[in-house]
Structures are given as C-alpha cells and as structure tokens.
C-alpha cells in the first residue's frame, strides 16, 4: 500500500448566495479541486430551511496543503471581516494518494 499523504481539510458553510465568491477566492488561490453539498440548519443566524432558493447553506470541502491554506484562510477571514457569513473549519487528514511520489517528493494532489 502507498503512504498516506498528510493534508488538511477546509469545510466551508456559507450560504447559497456566496458560493460563486468563494469558488472564485479559491480560484483566484489556483485551487480547482471542490466538493459542493447542500445543506439546511440552524444556527446564530436563525433557521435555512432550505424551502428557498437563497434560504439555504451550502458546504465545501477542500483537501490542500497547509501552506496553500493558510492563503486560502487569509482570504476567507478578510471576508468574514467585510461582514460576509462563512463558516471555516479546518481537521488535519491523511489521504491515499492517487499517485506514488517519486524518491523524495510527496505525491500530487
């Protein structure tokens, strides 16, 4: 079996208004890699039923290094500050990578 490959995990909750500026402040940090799920709930903004088409959440995921996100995170943190609602949650991962890294390099995500 290959080694896995140590990563992190960025889980953004935003709601469905926001997903294309996220999908582009993550392309403008040349990350294409996503994975977009719908989502309903509550929190301390009140209910997203999601019966609506801007009444609900979105969640993305994204798998990068930690010097990629640490970039990734000034960004989303600068538009927290600008007053936009994002949720930024961050878990260390350990993935199979796809492909075997050469002697000495880690492999290509």
Do not use: F
């Not at 953004?12 to 294409?32: A, F, M, S, Y």
């Not at 994975?35 to 509550?42: E, F, H, M």
């Amino acid at each position: 079996m290959r080694p896995l490959e140590n990563k992190k995990l960025l889980t953004l909750i935003v709601p469905v208004e926001l997903q294309r500026l996220l999908i582009d402040t993550l392309k403008r940090r040349e990350i294409g890699g996503y994975t977009l799920v719908p989502c309903t709930g509550a929190g301390t903004t009140g209910l997203r039923s999601g019966m609506l088409g801007v009444d609900s959440n979105v969640l993305i995921y994204v798998i990068m290094s930690e010097q990629r996100l640490e970039r990734v995170l000034e960004d989303i943190d600068a538009l927290m500050r600008g007053g936009y609602r994002v949720k930024a949650i961050v878990q260390d991962i350990a993935i199979l990578p796809r492909k075997v890294a050469a002697r000495g390099t880690q492999a290509a995500t």
